[in-house]
């Protein structure tokens, strides 16, 4: 069974500041993807980044990029220029290629930003 | 577009109550998600729709929930008796699958449940 590591439970940064959030996970699918997703005070999941596992390029999307290292199984996330908005939980999450479109989330993140 | 939309937003109940929460996909989806996000447990899959049929209920915890999916435009999720252990936020999330297609998940609100 696939499964989904975050062993940051809280993280703290300085506004402007960058901070990477860690992720793993366990799969022996070769086709899959991966995700964050944000969660602010509101409960609204929002997505924020995404990446197949076929490519090798790393995902950005503005000031937000990945490190996807496939061979260590590795999906860290980096927010550069720290925004007080930024201050959520973050959660990784899975999804296997193919017909099904189920996730799999890790435990979350906290990040809190500090101005 | 209204989004995903989750009603209610907050219940409160007593233990052995029925509880039932609805959820109207975005229009046009075809998957519908029903997840549980508690303190302990995370965010878990409880079940999901592909076209209206359940594909996958293997995370709903026991017989007293039940999960309906009438037509595209509405889900329900039924908790009957309702238990304290049962006091979660409760997400509903659509997307459109189409074969090599990979389509974001769009979450709900949420449903706050508090069993008493």
């Known amino acids: 069974a696939q499964t989904v590591t975050q062993s940051q439970p809280e993280m703290s940064v300085q506004e402007a500041e960058t901070v990477t959030l860690s992720c793993t996970y366990d799969t022996s699918e070769s086709d899959y993807y991966l995700f964050w997703y944000k969660q602010p005070p509101s409960r609204q999941m929002i997505l924020v980044i995404r990446?197949?596992?076929?490519?090798?390029q790393n995902a950005t999307e503005n000031r937000f990029s990945v490190n996807f290292q496939k061979a260590a199984k590795s999906f860290s996330l980096k927010i550069s220029d720290s925004q007080l908005g930024d201050a959520a939980m973050y959660f990784c999450a899975y999804r296997r290629g193919g017909a099904t479109n189920k996730l799999i989330f890790g435990t979350g993140t906290l990040l809190a930003v500090q101005p | 577009d209204a989004g995903v939309i989750q009603s209610p937003r907050h219940e409160v109940t007593e233990m052995g109550q029925e509880v039932t929460l609805r959820c109207k996909p975005i229009s046009g989806h075809n998957s519908l998600f029903w997840y549980r996000q508690t303190m302990m447990r995370g965010l878990e899959l409880l079940i999901y729709f592909n076209n209206n049929v359940p594909i996958d209920d293997s995370g709903m915890p026991e017989d007293r929930f039940s999960a309906k999916m009438p037509n595209a435009s509405f889900s329900t999720l039924k908790i009957q008796p309702s238990e304290p252990r049962d006091s979660a936020v409760y997400f509903c999330?659509?997307?459109?699958?189409?074969?090599?297609?990979?389509?974001?998940?769009?979450f709900g609100p949420g449903t706050r449940l508090t069993v008493l």
């Open positions: 999330a659509s997307t459109t699958r189409l074969a090599g297609i990979v389509s974001e998940q769009f």
């Open positions: 990446q197949e596992a076929y490519k090798q």
